[in-house]
């Protein structure tokens, strides 16, 4: 977390204010009571004349990828759009990435709702996650250069189910991977997940108690939020070890210790606070790509010091909330994120484990 950028008492103390504020300014508080009495309004869930799949043409991993998550996904024809650019950099400038999307957008239906990028590089436009400027587009107000609160989503919590129609915006997650092997696991992966039902456990790491634990402070709230519906526990330990149920991991770390000893389930999901994790290609700390070698679904990273602010970290009960309720993941993780202007979501986008029945996405 760098913390040496302020003294951890000040940095502790804005962390705490921003945090403070959110369940006022996101009514976390609602969700909560809501949860408890069934009022809560779920969406119907993205599908796949929804979502857009955007390729490099200029990159034969990207085109690999994308060709099969279309055909897998049975992705219209109408919503692949492929742009051609030097995929040999971490970060797309500003100016370039504009009329990249233009190019993209020209190309495309207006019923799209989110996209899928299929490429791990790059992973950043300026100073924000490639995701979050293809959702809102380049807008330096998701930015910070320091420890400050960045704009907040509107997508944070939402019941939309059309967040173009509804927003103006588009949820976007890279189908991220260093080979063509290891993306097809992942879109097999969470095509697999669908409709599983699968009745794993919801890990909630502590580990040191440190700067990156900040989310700690949240997990009994994450705990009541999954009821019945998840078994949940929350753990004490520098990692998880030997665990065959993996639904949910959520631990504050540099580096996750044992990953390849734990067996994630068809739909999981798992992330690291902390720094760089989303500095897909090069990062000083663990790569959020990691996890997903590892067999999860989906994941988080920060592309760019955010400081320990909760709020640009997913929140785990809201995560878990809306995936436990049948929404997509692409859905579910974007909905856990107050600020996501510097974060990049990774995974397959449409997994929905916890969809009534398969008939009911169609």
Same mark, same amino acid.
């Given at each position: 977390?760098?913390? +040496? ?16 504020? %959110? ?22 869930? %993205? ?50 990435? !504009? ?45 910070? #250069? ?10 944070? #919590? ?9 927003? +103006? ?13 290891? !993306? ?27 700067? +990156? #634990? ?56 798992? #992330? ?45 009960? %809201? ?32 997994? +929905? ?10």
């Amino acid at each position: 977390m760098r913390p +040496r950028r302020l003294s951890m008492p000040v940095l502790r103390a804005r962390a705490l204010k921003v945090t403070a504020l %959110l369940p006022t300014l996101m009514g976390l508080t609602a969700v909560i009571a809501g949860a408890a009495d069934g009022s809560i309004h779920h969406s119907r869930g %993205l599908g796949p004349a929804q979502l857009a799949v955007v390729i490099n043409s200029a990159y034969p991993l990207s085109v690999a990828i994308g060709e099969y998550y279309a055909r897998q996904r049975h992705i219209p024809a109408s919503n692949i759009a492929r742009v051609a650019f030097d995929h040999a950099r971490r970060v797309l400038p500003v100016e370039e990435f !504009a009329q990249l999307k233009a190019a993209i957008d020209s190309q495309l239906p207006p019923s799209v709702q989110a996209y899928a990028l299929t490429w791990a590089q790059p992973y950043r436009v300026g100073c924000m996650s490639i995701t979050s400027a293809f959702a809102f587009g380049f807008d330096a107000r998701f930015c910070a #250069d320091s420890c400050v609160a960045t704009r907040l989503s509107p997508y944070f #919590d939402s019941g939309s189910s059309e967040p173009y129609a509804d927003l +103006r915006l588009r949820p976007t997650m890279s189908v991220a991977a260093a080979s063509f092997e290891q !993306a097809k696991a992942l879109i097999d992966r969470g095509v697999r997940a669908d409709a599983s039902r699968p009745s794993g456990t919801a890990y909630l790491v502590t580990s040191d108690g440190g700067p +990156r #634990d900040v989310r700690a402070s949240g997990y009994p709230d994450a705990q009541m939020l999954a009821g019945d519906r998840i078994k949940v526990q929350i753990i004490h330990a520098g990692a998880l070890e030997n665990r065959r149920d993996v639904m949910f991991y959520f631990i504050g770390a540099v580096e996750v210790s044992a990953l390849q000893t734990n067996q994630f389930l068809p739909g999981a999901v798992a #992330d690291h606070l902390t720094s760089a994790g989303g500095a897909l290609t090069d990062s000083s700390q663990m790569s959020s790509l990691r996890w997903l070698e590892a067999g999860a679904t989906g994941s988080y990273g920060a592309v760019i010091e955010p400081c320990n602010f909760t709020a640009k970290f997913p929140n785990p009960g %809201l995560l878990m909330h809306h995936y436990l309720a049948g929404e997509t993941l692409i859905e579910s993780y974007w909905k856990s994120v107050a600020m996501p202007g510097q974060g990049i979501f990774i995974g397959e986008p449409l997994a +929905r484990p916890y969809l009534a029945s398969l008939s009911a996405a169609r």
